[in-house]
């Protein structure tokens, strides 16, 4: 291994607590470190972050993160500080002083990471006072949202287009989860004048398991459907602010604790609803598809489209927000007649090129065929995206089955993978549920998602480890120094209670 390759891992392992890369990840590490321009699509959970935050160590100076929201930059910010790593974010939910003393920071380069809105960063100033600092990286997140031909253009993206002027010799990091193949085409024209490296991973994620209805009494179907997920985190998308109030009501009555999300809130109250769900477990969101960009959740457990989403893009998406954990997760999605005829009128009101219009069109047909089809939901869906894949074995369709005997026997499954993976792994249950609640706490008192502090995966092998040292507790991947220091005592603590506990 060459002098490079041992600082990429060092640096792995020291900041980041890995000792291995996931499938992709270090290709694109090795692309940016290098000063190539790199457009990565990667599914959900991927650990797209540690792809520009990694490279961006490495090159050294000041890396630029363009995000969408407001939310997902504190929470990638607090996660960096967590890791010992100085990041910070300038945005419009602060005030002009604290923004002001941030800049003094950046300027002083006492700042690796800096979190910006498209707008703000590509506002005259902003690109004036940073061209007179080293910066030698810029990543971009959710970058499906540059093109006017995917499924969630944004217009303040749009001038991200001039990045590559402004700042011609350093590279640039575009990311994103959704981007069919003419998607990613207009990305890389837009950003690179078509001059990048590529790396498209599989779309695949394969322990949500897929399932379609038709819509016959969509408030009994959703309950039914809820009473196989007690106390689970899950999201239901539907197409009016109203319906999410009204829905919610509804859950809540029949003693589900769920809460409205759309963009009618004020910024207060959404800030709340979505710190709430990241925070805390067994929370149901009834949302518009304003609740869900950027949102990180690990343990969502189910996503329900209660009417008919956009297009297959915008399902892809939506449902990727299960299930990141890896463990098994359920995609429900009930349509009718009347949401195809909706969705119909709205693309016809809202596109008035004609050519905008007949691709949308397009898009919502492969949707309907998809909901409407005979033969396998993973096939339909991941052709869309120009990969093939054999019959999967968990969806609807495979399994011959309804959504409610789906409903049980993916709990069944559920239960059954749970309990063979802690007993082959040596966990402890007790010890788990007691390293979780103290994780919670921890993540409560400095108000950030529980796996902020430590990922489910973390905390499993705590609790078949049992380490009861810091250098052994400093072995567990995803353990690194800068965590170790904050948060090893207390959980060394908790572990050494659990022992002397078992023996009293």
């Known amino acids: 291994m060459d002098r490079a390759a041992d600082l990429k891992h060092n640096v792995l392992r020291e900041r980041f607590g890995f000792t291995s890369f996931r499938p992709g990840q270090e290709q694109i590490v090795d692309w940016l470190a290098a000063g190539d321009h790199v457009l990565a699509v990667l599914p959900t959970g991927a650990g797209k972050s540690l792809c520009f935050q990694l490279p961006a160590l490495l090159r050294g100076g000041l890396c630029v993160v363009v995000s969408p929201l407001v939310a997902l930059m504190k929470d990638q910010v607090e996660g960096l500080r967590l890791d010992g790593i100085s990041a910070a974010t300038i945005n419009s939910s602060q005030s002009r002083e604290e923004n002001v003393a941030i800049w003094k920071q950046v300027s002083a380069g006492e700042i690796t990471f800096l979190y910006l809105a ?8 902003m690109l004036q006072a940073l061209s007179k600092l080293p910066v030698n990286l810029i990543a971009i997140d ?3 949202c540059i093109s006017q031909w995917g499924a969630s253009f944004r217009p303040e993206y749009d001038a991200l287009t001039g990045l590559s002027a402004a700042f011609p010799e350093t590279p640039i990091g575009a990311f994103t989860a959704t ?3 003419a998607t990613r085409r207009d990305i890389a024209q837009k950003l690179f004048g078509g001059k990048s490296r590529m790396h498209v991973a599989g779309f695949d994620r394969p322990n949500i398991r897929l399932h379609v209805e038709m819509k016959q009494k969509g408030a009994d179907q ?25 829905l919610a009501e509804e859950l809540t009555k029949n003693g589900f604790r769920a809460l409205a999300y759309h963009a009618g ?18 929370l149901i969101i009834c949302a518009t598809v304003a609740f869900g960009m950027g949102i990180d959740k690990p343990d969502v457990r189910f996503v329900v489209h209660a009417d008919l989403p956009a297009n297959l893009e915008a ?12 463990e098994a997760s359920e995609a429900l999605l009930l349509f009718s007649k009347s949401d195809i005829a909706l969705r119909n009128r709205f693309i016809n009101m809202e596109f008035k090129d004609e050519a905008k219009r ?13 909901a409407q089809s005979g033969t396998c939901r993973r096939q339909q869906l991941l052709d869309y995206f120009g990969q093939k894949t054999d019959a999967c074995g968990n969806c609807d369709i495979c399994l011959g089955l309804a959504a409610q005997p789906v409903a049980v026997e993916a709990k069944k499954q559920k239960r059954v993978a749970r309990e063979a993976a802690a007993i082959a792994g040596g966990a402890d249950e007790g010890l788990l549920k007691r390293l979780k609640a103290l994780r919670f706490k921890l993540a409560r008192a400095k108000n950030v998602p529980a796996y902020v502090v430590f990922h489910d995966r973390v905390l499993i092998e705590m609790a078949a480890r049992k380490p009861l040292t810091e250098m052994d507790l400093g072995e567990i991947s995803g353990v690194g120094p800068a965590k170790l220091e904050k948060f090893g005592k207390a959980f060394l603590r908790e572990i050494a209670g659990h022992i002397e506990g078992a023996f009293d």
């Not at 809130?265 to 067994?282: I, Y």
Request: proline share 4%; aromatic share 10%; glycine share 10%.
């Open 265 to 282: 809130l004020s910024p207060d109250k959404r800030a709340e609803v979505q710190d709430l769900f990241m925070t805390e477990e067994g």
């Open 179 to 181: 981007a069919d193949e």
């Open 118 to 125: 498209p707008e703000r960063l590509m506002d005259g100033r």
């Open 222 to 246: 959703l309950l039914e459907f809820l009473e196989y997920h007690p106390g689970e985190a899950g999201i239901v998308y539907v197409l009016s602010r109203k319906r999410t109030e009204e």
């Open 358 to 370: 007949r691709k949308e069109g397009y898009r919502l047909s492969r949707l309907v065929s998809y």
């Open 315 to 326: 399902y892809y998406q939506e449902i990727g927000r299960a299930g990141r954990d890896g």
């Open 142 to 144: 959710e970058a499906h």
